[in-house]
C-alpha cells in the first residue's frame, strides 16, 4: 500500500501514479520502484511493523519531509516481488530502503550517516522536499 505522509504520526493512503494499481500484479517491480522513486521526492519502503521503518518515517515527517511511504506487507500481491527487486538493488534484505530525488540512498544506517554528516537537507532540498 502506498501512503503520503501528511504530518509526522499520520499515513493516508495515495493513488499510484502508475497504470497499475497496490491490488494488481506487477509485472515489473524494478520498473515500479524507478517509477515511485522518480515521480516522488522522498519514498521509503518499509515493513509496517518494523521498528527501524517507523523510525526512519519520523526523522523524514520531523523535518518537515512528506515522504511516500510503500509498506511491503500492506500489498499481498506485489509487496514480495518488490521486496526481492530491492533486495536485488541492495545487495542485502534491509528494510527500510530510502530513495530520495529518484536516487537509491540506502537503508537506515546509510540516511543516518547522511543526516550525521550534513549531507541530508541538501540531498532533500535538492529533491524538492524541502524548501528552508
Keep these: 500500500m502506498h501512503y503520503q505522509t501528511e504530518s509526522w504520526n499520520s499515513y493516508k493512503p495515495t493513488k499510484s501514479s502508475s497504470s497499475s494499481s497496490s491490488s494488481s500484479v506487477i509485472t515489473d517491480p524494478l520498473a515500479h520502484i524507478g517509477r515511485l522513486a522518480s515521480d516522488n ?24 519531509v512528506n515522504p511516500t511511504v510503500y509498506e511491503l506487507d500492506e500489498d499481498p500481491i506485489s509487496g514480495k516481488e518488490i521486496e526481492k527487486a530491492l533486495i536485488l538493488l541492495m545487495g542485502v534484505s534491509s528494510v527500510p530502503v530510502v530513495f530520495i ?14 543526516h550525521i554528516n550534513g549531507t541530508l537537507v541538501p540531498l532533500l532540498k535538492q529533491a524538492g522536499a524541502l524548501w528552508l
Design 41 to 64: 521526492a522522498v519514498v521509503i519502503f518499509s515493513i509496517s511493523t518494523c521498528c527501524m521503518c517507523h523510525a526512519i518515517k519520523r526523522l523524514f515527517c520531523g523535518m518537515g
Design 101 to 114: 530525488g529518484g536516487k537509491l540512498v540506502g537503508a537506515m544506517d546509510s540516511v543516518l550517516a547522511s
